[in-house]
Nanobody, 122 residues
Framework: QVQLVESGGGLVPAGGSLRLSCAAS????????MGWFRQAPGKEREFVAT????????NYLDSLKGRFTISRDNAKNTVLLQMNSLKPEDTALYYC???????????????WGQGTQVTVSS
């Protein structure tokens, strides 16, 4: 059983940056592909990014490429999401998640954190 805890959210003006962190425990972190998802009020949960277990492969929601960067540190059991040039439409609850295989579909992920709120003011 893997436990995930996100941190790093907050209130930031448009154009600003935030770095989200997700700490994992209770499993072999280096075995899992990790993903970030987000959910805005009244909207479905949306794929943001995913990274392979060895960091050799990353994938992003097309509209976020160039602004968001996912990375991981297997020695620290941590996955990060660097978010730059933030826009008000990036406002959402951001979740990290873990699973064995590649997927951008939230329902296929096995383990989830509780989420961290990101609010971008205009």
């Amino acid at each position: 059983q893997v436990q995930l805890v996100e941190s790093g959210g907050g209130l930031v003006p448009a154009g600003g940056s935030l770095r989200l962190s997700c700490a994992a425990s209770g499993g072999t972190f280096s075995n899992y592909r990790m993903g970030w998802f987000r959910q805005a009020p009244g909207k479905e949960r949306e794929f943001v990014a995913t990274i392979s277990a060895s960091s050799d492969s990353t994938n992003y929601l097309d509209s976020l490429k160039g602004r968001f960067t996912i990375s991981r540190d297997n020695a620290k059991n941590t996955v990060l999401l660097q978010m730059n040039s933030l826009k008000p439409e990036d406002t959402a609850l951001y979740y990290c998640a873990a699973r064995w295989m590649y997927s951008t579909v939230s329902s296929t992920y096995d383990y989830w954190g509780q989420g961290t709120q990101v609010t971008v003011s205009s």
